[in-house]
């Protein structure tokens, strides 16, 4: 990190990860950070000097020198950001909180703070410093419903802690089309708006100051890339010319219907798809809009990415409506089928204000409005066919089967085995090599997770039926 002048006064941006009712810290094996802190650095006026603290990888600093916080929070994370809000302020600090929730219910957070910024910052956050260095902050301001994107500046990658693999995040658009009840993009609904392609490009070369090896390897980190495909495919046929080793993507699964996107994909040296799969339960997906989820197709394009050197990192919903515990004895093989790589597993969580969470408010089925529980590894509600201790019982089990070392070397043999020899041998062996780098730290960092918050906590209250040998042996597809 660069020596600052300390003749200026000094900002803290903090960007939050911790659950308020942990008892030790947890520091995520994550290789990538996420966008909020190192984005709103870059917004802020040079009158200022800056230091951004991701909360995943190292803990708050309660004895820093600087003068202002910020802190980023999501939902869950609210109570947990009240208290180091609370926290600073006895110290004389002045706090300004932001994000999502912060956005979406400016009234409950706004009174645990100095200022609150409701909206896209980058409207707002110079004008928001330019008041705090004159003393004349107000408690909020508002960017507005969906500004433009243009001129937002590069992030600061320099401020990046090391610990993080990939420092090189950005953006491409904002939004998503679809409207998935669940969704925390459909509380408030806006309009999907894509970003100049030079800025992003801008953007990916704004590597001055970092290694080498960080240099070559990024994330864009979009809900949906593939929004508008016209505008992504001009985006990836630019990102071609970087040469990266690899980048990582996250985009809609119907955008695979479309060839010539998952052949630009390719030919960008994406080496990573964030893909929102959900469930393979057809009527579940519909059942919370997200009708553009065929099951059928799954395995094609999962195949097909895998032969261009492509892993698939996908979203994986457990407790949707229309789950059966006859569907949950079946998971785990039909998981190995469809030849996932690696998933992000996650209990259904009606996020305050989605149009899911006011159904089952409707319906009465909400058994638990603590808002630290929201993060994924609770169960929230009633079920239509499941118990709960059904629910916590196949959430680890199937985790549990998916992330043995027997299955995630099965997955990862399947996946090199598929890529088709393309390029110079050079150029497979570094996509082989950095697709296995990028297999294994995903899985870990799963496989991690899941034994530090989830299995841990469920100890604590109430043990979990047992899991035998051959389950766990059970066999990849």
Same mark, same amino acid.
């Given at each position: 990190?660069?020596?600052?002048?300390?003749?200026?006064?000094?900002?803290?941006?903090? &960007?939050?990860?911790?659950?308020?009712?942990?008892? +030790?810290?947890? !520091?995520?094996?994550?290789? /990538? %950070?996420? *966008?909020?802190? #190192?984005?709103?650095?870059?917004?802020?006026?040079?009158?200022?000097?800056?230091?951004?603290?991701?909360?995943?990888?190292?803990?708050?600093?309660?004895?820093?020198?600087?003068?202002?916080?910020?802190?980023?929070?999501?939902?869950?994370?609210?109570?947990?950001?009240?208290?180091?809000?609370?926290?600073?302020?006895?110290?004389?600090?002045?706090?300004?909180?932001?994000?999502?929730?912060?956005?979406?219910?400016?009234?409950?957070?706004?009174?645990?703070?100095?200022?609150?910024?409701?909206?896209?910052?980058?409207?707002?956050?110079?004008?928001? &410093?330019?008041?705090?260095?004159?003393?004349?902050? +107000?408690?909020? !301001?508002?960017?507005?419903? /969906? %500004?433009? *994107?243009?001129? #937002?500046?590069?992030?600061?990658?320099?401020?990046?802690?090391?610990?993080?693999?990939?420092?090189?995040?950005?953006?491409?658009?904002?939004?998503?089309?679809?409207?998935?009840?669940?969704?925390?993009?459909?509380?408030?609904?806006?309009?999907?708006?894509?970003?100049?392609?030079?800025?992003?490009?801008?953007?990916?070369?704004?590597?001055?100051?970092?290694?080498?090896?960080?240099?070559?390897?990024?994330?864009?980190?979009?809900?949906?890339?593939?929004?508008?495909?016209?505008?992504?495919?001009?985006?990836?046929?630019?990102?071609?010319?970087?040469?990266?080793?690899?980048?990582?993507?996250?985009?809609?699964?119907?955008?695979?219907?479309?060839?010539?996107?998952?052949?630009?994909?390719?030919?960008?040296?994406?080496?990573?798809?964030?893909?929102?799969?959900?469930?393979?339960?057809?009527?579940?997906?519909?059942?919370?809009?997200?009708?553009?989820?065929?099951?059928?197709?799954?395995?094609?394009?999962?195949?097909?990415?895998?032969?261009?050197?492509?892993?698939?990192?996908?979203?994986?919903?457990?407790?949707?409506?229309?789950?059966?515990?006859?569907?949950?004895?079946?998971?785990?093989?039909?998981?190995?089928?469809?030849?996932?790589?690696?998933?992000?597993?996650?209990?259904?969580?009606?996020?305050?204000?989605?149009?899911?969470?006011?159904?089952?408010?409707?319906?009465?089925?909400?058994?638990?409005?603590?808002?630290?529980?929201?993060?994924?590894?609770?169960?929230?509600?009633?079920?239509?066919?499941?118990?709960?201790?059904?629910?916590?019982?196949?959430?680890?089990?199937?985790?549990?089967?998916?992330?043995?070392?027997?299955?995630?070397?099965?997955?990862?043999?399947?996946?090199?085995?598929?890529?088709?020899?393309?390029?110079?041998?050079?150029?497979?062996?570094?996509?082989?090599?950095?697709?296995?780098?990028?297999?294994?730290?995903?899985?870990?960092?799963?496989?991690?997770?899941?034994?530090?918050?989830?299995?841990?906590?469920?100890?604590?209250?109430?043990?979990?039926?047992?899991?035998?040998?051959?389950?766990?042996?059970?066999?990849?597809?």
């Amino acid at each position: 990190m660069k020596k600052q002048n300390r003749s200026k006064p000094k900002l803290l941006i903090i &960007v939050l990860f911790q659950n308020l009712l942990d008892e +030790k810290p947890y !520091y995520a094996k994550n290789p /990538a %950070p996420p *966008l909020p802190g #190192i984005l709103l650095a870059a917004l802020t006026p040079p009158e200022i000097d800056v230091e951004v603290l991701h909360e995943m990888v190292r803990p708050i600093d309660y004895k820093t020198d600087a003068d202002f916080i910020a802190i980023s929070f999501m939902d869950y994370l609210s109570p947990h950001a009240y208290e180091v809000a609370s926290k600073f302020r006895a110290l004389g600090k002045v706090v300004i909180g932001g994000g999502k929730f912060a956005s979406t219910f400016p009234d409950e957070v706004e009174p645990c703070f100095d200022s609150i910024c409701v909206g896209e910052a980058h409207k707002v956050w110079a004008q928001m &410093v330019n008041d705090l260095l004159a003393g004349k902050l +107000k408690k909020r !301001y508002d960017a507005g419903l /969906a %500004p433009d *994107l243009e001129n #937002i500046p590069a992030p600061r990658y320099d401020l990046v802690e090391s610990k993080f693999f990939t420092p090189i995040v950005t953006e491409a658009s904002r939004g998503c089309p679809h409207p998935c009840t669940y969704c925390q993009l459909n509380i408030k609904r806006s309009p999907y708006r894509t970003r100049p392609i030079e800025d992003v490009i801008r953007d990916l070369t704004n590597t001055k100051g970092l290694p080498f090896i960080k240099r070559k390897t990024a994330m864009i980190l979009d809900n949906n890339l593939g929004g508008s495909l016209t505008n992504a495919k001009e985006l990836l046929k630019e990102i071609a010319k970087l040469k990266f080793w690899a980048i990582g993507a996250q985009y809609s699964i119907e955008c695979l219907r479309d060839d010539e996107y998952a052949e630009l994909l390719a030919k960008a040296n994406c080496r990573m798809s964030f893909i929102g799969m959900e469930s393979l339960n057809e009527e579940s997906l519909r059942d919370v809009e997200k009708k553009q989820n065929k099951v059928d197709e799954y395995k094609e394009f999962f195949h097909k990415l895998n032969k261009k050197g492509i892993l698939t990192f996908t979203g994986f919903m457990f407790a949707l409506d229309e789950d059966t515990p006859e569907y949950y004895e079946s998971l785990p093989q039909k998981l190995e089928e469809v030849g996932v790589n690696v998933i992000l597993p996650s209990i259904s969580i009606p996020i305050y204000g989605t149009p899911l969470h006011k159904k089952m408010a409707d319906e009465n089925r909400i058994i638990d409005n603590d808002i630290t529980h929201y993060e994924g590894d609770h169960v929230l509600f009633k079920h239509k066919h499941l118990t709960e201790e059904q629910i916590y019982y196949y959430y680890e089990r199937t985790i549990k089967i998916f992330y043995s070392w027997k299955n995630i070397l099965k997955r990862w043999w399947k996946f090199v085995s598929l890529q088709t020899f393309e390029g110079s041998l050079k150029e497979y062996l570094l996509k082989t090599v950095l697709g296995s780098v990028i297999y294994f730290k995903l899985s870990i960092f799963q496989r991690h997770h899941a034994q530090q918050r989830v299995f841990d906590k469920r100890k604590k209250n109430k043990p979990v039926k047992s899991i035998s040998p051959a389950e766990l042996d059970v066999k990849a597809a």
